[in-house]
């Protein structure tokens, strides 16, 4: 099940003029930064209440976060929500006829087990499903 949006991801060019903009934005500093190198990812996190704002920086052109920058402009990437159980949401989302961009969950960033649904199926929206992992 669904418990709430965990955080909404966004996609930036410079990790660390981001930083300082999201930090006078809010009032609060990152309070973790971390690399998933598998993805090509540099993460920035920040709390905001009961939810998370993760800037996300390419370590690499070819990361999906260098694609996304090349395509896009700087902006929202994705939407990640909260679940129970991850494999019944893929399980749930699939039987729904939800295309979802891997069969299983992966390590992310965070602690989280993640799996993103692919945005042709969630109204143009790319959709993050996480738990913590266990």
């Known amino acids: 099940m669904i418990k709430k949006i965990e955080h909404l991801g966004i996609a930036v060019k410079d990790l660390e003029s981001s930083n300082q903009l999201f ?3 809010l009032g609060v500093a990152p ?3 971390e690399a998933v190198e598998r993805e090509g990812v540099i993460t920035s996190f920040f709390q905001v209440g009961e939810s998370k704002i993760e800037l996300l920086a390419a370590s690499r052109s070819d990361s999906p976060i260098g694609k996304f920058l090349e395509k896009n402009k ?7 929500f909260d679940v129970d159980d991850i494999w019944e949401e893929i399980n749930r989302l699939k039987t729904l006829d939800f295309v979802l961009l891997s069969d299983e ?3 992310g960033a965070d602690g989280k ?3 993103f649904l692919h945005p042709k199926s969630s109204n ?3 959709i993050e499903l996480c738990q ?3």
């Open 124 to 126: 143009g929206v790319l």
């Open 132 to 134: 913590d992992k266990k």
């Open 113 to 115: 087990q993640i799996v």
């Open 74 to 80: 700087e902006g929202i990437h994705h939407i990640a």
């Open 105 to 107: 969950p992966k390590p």
């Open 23 to 25: 930090e006078k934005l």
């Open 31 to 33: 309070y973790k930064s």
